[in-house]
Every structure is written in C-alpha cells, then in structure tokens.
C-alpha cells in the first residue's frame, strides 16, 4: 500500500471521529453527574450537579439566582446537556461576572506546545441551546494564575434551537504552560458580564481578568432565560472534527481524578472495617480512586452513620474525616463505650456518602 493510500485511508478514519484522545475535555457530553442532577437556588461559585462542569462569578457575581441540572434536553447523538435557568434575576455592575467554567491541569496542555514559536492553534466546538438570541462570550485562561487569556465572542442566532459552534484561537507563543498537575488551562462560557469587562475579542494577552465581549448578552436579567451546553470538545488544530464519545465508564473514572462521592446505595450495608482507638471514637480506614492531589474529605449526616460487631453497636455522634494521601483515608465515628482495638465495621442508610474533592 502506497504512503499516499495510508494517509488517505486516516483521514477517512479521523474524519468520522474514530480517532481517540483528541479531546482534551473531561466529561463534555455532561453524562456524568456525582453530585446530582438537579439544584435549585444556586448563587455563589462552585460545582453543583454535572461533574467537570461549574458555575463561577467573578467579582461577586451579583446577585443572580439559578437552577441548574443535568438536562435531558440535547441534539441528536447526544443524551444530556448543562442547563442553567434564571431564578432570580440582576443587573450586573462593574466588573461583576457569570460564567460556566471547566478546568484542566498543565500537563495535559502540552501537546499545544504554548510558549514556543511552534505553538499550535485551538479549536474549541460545543453545542448551544439558548432561549435568549445575540452575542455571547468565550475565553480561555492559561497558567495556574490567568498568567495569559484570549477571548472570542459567538452568536445564537434562534431562539430554543441546537446549534453547533466553532472557535480557534491561535496558540501563545511567549507562555510555557507548567508541565505539572497544577491547574494550567480555563475554559469559560460567558453567560453575563456587567460593564466594565466587556472589550472586543482579543488574541492571547497577559490580562488576566474574566472578559465577554461588547454586546454580551445579559443573560441573567431575563427570568426564566435558559442556557443549555453539551458537546464540548477542545483539542489541535485550527478545525473541528466529529465529537469523541467515550463510554459513560471511561468519563467517570476520568471524573474521580478529581471528585468522587463513594456512595452507600444498599441501607445498611459494611463500609469499611476499623477499630475502636479509644472510648468515644472508632477509626475506620478506606481506599478511594487515585486523586490528582490530596483530596478534601466531607461526609454526611453523622447521625445516620454506626460502627458494629458481633458484641456492640455505636451510633455516631459525628463523623469526620481526612485524607492520608491521594488513595486512602479514614472516617473518625464520635461513639460512647467503644471498646479499644476492638474491630468495628461502617455501615450507613442508603443515601448517605463521603466525598472526595481534588478540583482544580
């Protein structure tokens, strides 16, 4: 076979999006959702249903009110999409910000080759379903502190109507994104902007600000406007190709990398086995997926939490906890009458959980 058939016969494959890890997003169907589905009332940053994916506001945000959910609403060759849904309605001022926002570490950035005179473009394509028409911003942050970003702005041009986007930027050439799991790349969708952080689009630049563009939509002064967002893809090249799928398995374990909610769905079932290390508490240690740092460790209502055996059982008065490392930690039960070096195991009702937070 000829070097020319071979190359021909590629491109027929990468043209029908057979090619893997060309995307570098993480979870950009939104088909995964530790957290939940569904929250009502949202007001301050942070992540709140779909995995990956979070609300975040810059400089207070004002004093908008959503609901944002993992919709069921998509295009074709697609099952869910990111809503957002005015529930209580602002004017943002000055340089207040609203915004989706995902994250990725420096060391997934290198294939763009930023801060050398090779740098190569991106092309950055999504699905968008908006109940409001008109200009909207997307910009894009790299370095763990904004150290460069680059904004361009987009249409929606009908109303409730799935519409398909596509913006390259042009790579930077005077940055080197550190090759670290440090947070190296932002990707923010702009929803609303109040005046002065609105400019025209702009190429890589060490403004490190949030910016939208001059004619922003105001997304959040509409009650009841609706934003919805799938298809996210982010990879080389100055065009778009076909979106990667990838099984719901795949996502989710590259999800736990950064957050996972080990989840007790049998009532009463054993968590974990531990042991009394003194009277009133119970150590009761457990394994989790490897994190990209050391995570954060919450756990749920304590009262539904119990350490037993065959001899005791102690309900706990609260339950803490904390990570020992990027794979393991350890829930502390608060009991009275434990017996110590007495082997107890966790069990929880249905429903409760512990998570394990290493975002970006």
Request: net charge negative; aromatic share 12%.
């Amino acid at each position: 076979m000829s070097k020319a058939r071979e190359l021909a016969e590629l491109g027929a494959v990468y043209d029908s999006g057979a090619l893997s890890n060309r995307n570098i997003i993480t979870n950009g169907a939104f088909q995964v959702a530790q957290r939940g589905t569904s929250v009502t009332g949202v007001t301050a940053s942070g992540f709140n249903t779909v995995d990956r994916f979070q609300y975040a506001e810059g400089s207070g945000g004002g004093s908008a009110g959503f609901t944002i959910s993992q919709s069921t609403e998509a295009p074709d060759g697609f099952n869910n999409s990111f809503k957002f849904e005015v529930t209580t309605t602002d004017t943002l001022t000055g340089g207040e910000n609203c915004l989706i926002r995902t994250r990725l570490e420096g060391q997934d950035m290198q294939r763009f080759k930023f801060g050398s005179s090779s740098a190569e473009s991106m092309t950055i394509s999504f699905f968008v379903r908006a109940s409001l028409t008109g200009t909207y911003g997307l910009q894009v942050m790299i370095g763990p502190s904004s150290q460069r970003t680059a904004m361009q702005s987009y249409t929606v041009n009908s109303a409730n109507t799935w519409e398909y986007k596509t913006i390259t930027f042009a790579g930077s050439t005077d940055y080197a994104i550190p090759n670290d799991s440090s947070r190296g790349f932002d990707l923010n969708f702009m929803l609303d902007s109040g005046p002065d952080d609105l400019t025209a689009p702009y190429a890589f630049t060490s403004d490190g600000a949030f910016r939208a563009p001059t004619g922003q939509v105001n997304f959040v002064q509409t009650s009841g406007a609706t934003f919805h967002l799938t298809g996210v893809q982010v990879e080389v090249g100055p065009e778009a190709t076909p979106f990667e799928h990838r099984s719901f398995g795949d996502e989710l374990a590259r999800c736990k990398r950064y957050f996972e909610r080990l989840l007790v769905d049998i009532n009463s079932s054993a968590f974990a086995l531990g042991y009394g290390e003194g009277a009133s508490q119970i150590r009761t240690p457990f394994k989790y997926e490897t994190k990209r740092s050391n995570p954060s460790l919450a756990v749920s209502t304590a009262g539904n939490w119990e350490f037993v055996n065959g001899v005791e059982s102690k309900t706990a008065s609260a339950v803490t906890g904390s990570a020992l490392g990027k794979q393991f930690g350890v829930i502390f039960g608060t009991v009275s009458g434990a017996t110590i070096s007495r082997v107890y195991y966790a069990r929880a009702s249905a429903g409760e959980y512990i998570d394990l937070d290493s975002e970006l």
